[in-house]
């Protein structure tokens, strides 16, 4: 009989190459990790390792094995969560990740029901930025991401993961009350920002990246860029007090802050997406399908409270995640 930990040892270094990322992933020593792989090659009977200089590498036997351990891993893990949900218990934890503003107005919304509804789940919460987010999701590392994308800058598909579009909101312009260009209420065109000052997320992120395009694309030029933050709390208060401009999304909620208006894009409709990210099948857990709905029920509720956002994909428009997989 395969030990399961054993296995999951030997997947986890074909997934990560080395035995000292592997024991940083499981929680060991790296002398663990070669035990519990030198016993696996034992119980198997062929060489499941070998040794390049000073690395271990996977044989063919090795990665044949690595690949099967994936399905009987995960039907393990199928099997405790079908029989508590036998039992009537939607039991054990479910690791989720997302950004700021999904997190205050989706995420934490739901916790107090899934809490009540099952007493036996527990819910881990990270709040990070997307960067690595869904290679830690194919590695198992979590069990649920929730992104943002943009109508300028959609993600591609995964094929190991499915991808739920929750809600679709309006990009606008945060600009100083007292801007010459925020006067008359009308929408602003890009171009007429050239030469204004700007705030956005740290190079890299989705929100600086926007920008940079956004700018080049609708208004032909690039971004004088003064602040950078991913904080949207910290962009409100720069907008307000820094005489700079910034583009950010309904749920910031930038109006709500003194001394800065929002105005319309009079260039183009810019988005962005909410977007819930699992590994395909992995649904069929009762904890993880749980946890998906009431995710789901939460957008729900915030469409309905806040009309300018859409659930889902706006009429006409095309699912950034066509086919099997995609909603």
Request: aromatic share 4%; net charge negative; glycine share 8%.
């Amino acid at each position: 009989m395969l030990d399961l930990e054993r296995l999951r040892a030997l997947r986890e270094l074909k997934l990560r190459g080395t035995v000292g990322a592997v024991a940083d992933a499981l929680g060991y020593t790296p002398s663990a990790v070669s035990q519990q792989l030198a016993q696996l090659q034992r119980e198997v009977g062929v060489p499941l390792v070998e040794r390049v200089g000073r690395r271990l590498r996977l044989t063919r036997a090795g990665e044949v094995l690595a690949e099967e351990a994936d399905g009987l891993l995960a039907a393990a893990q199928h099997a405790v969560e079908a029989s508590l949900a036998a039992s009537g218990r939607v039991a054990g934890t479910v690791r989720v990740v997302g950004f700021q503003t999904a997190l205050l107005h989706v995420l934490s919304p739901a916790l107090p029901g899934l809490a009540a509804e099952y007493p036996d789940l527990v819910v881990e919460i990270l709040d990070e930025e997307f960067q690595r987010m869904l290679q830690a999701l194919v590695l198992q590392e979590i069990d649920v991401v929730v992104t943002d994308e943009y109508s300028h800058l959609p993600r591609p598909r995964r094929p190991e993961l499915t991808a739920e579009v929750l809600i679709t909101e309006p990009m606008r312009l945060a600009m100083p009350a007292d801007h010459p260009l925020a006067a008359s209420g009308d929408p602003v065109r890009m171009a007429d920002l050239a030469d204004t000052p700007w705030v956005t997320g740290h190079p890299g992120t989705n929100h600086s990246d926007l920008l940079d395009r956004a700018c080049v694309e609708l208004g032909g030029f690039r971004p004088r860029i003064r602040i950078r933050s991913n904080d949207l709390l910290v962009l409100r208060a720069m907008v307000a007090n820094a005489g700079a401009v910034s583009l950010m999304p309904d749920l910031a909620l930038a109006e709500r802050e003194t001394g800065v208006v929002v105005r319309d894009l009079a260039d183009a409709p810019v988005r962005r997406r909410m977007v819930m990210w699992w590994r395909v099948g992995a649904e069929v857990r009762p904890s993880v399908r749980a946890v998906l709905e009431a995710f789901r029920r939460s957008a729900d509720e915030l469409v309905e409270r806040r009309p300018g956002l859409v659930r889902g994909i706006p009429a006409g428009e095309r699912s950034p995640f066509p086919g099997p997989g995609g909603e």
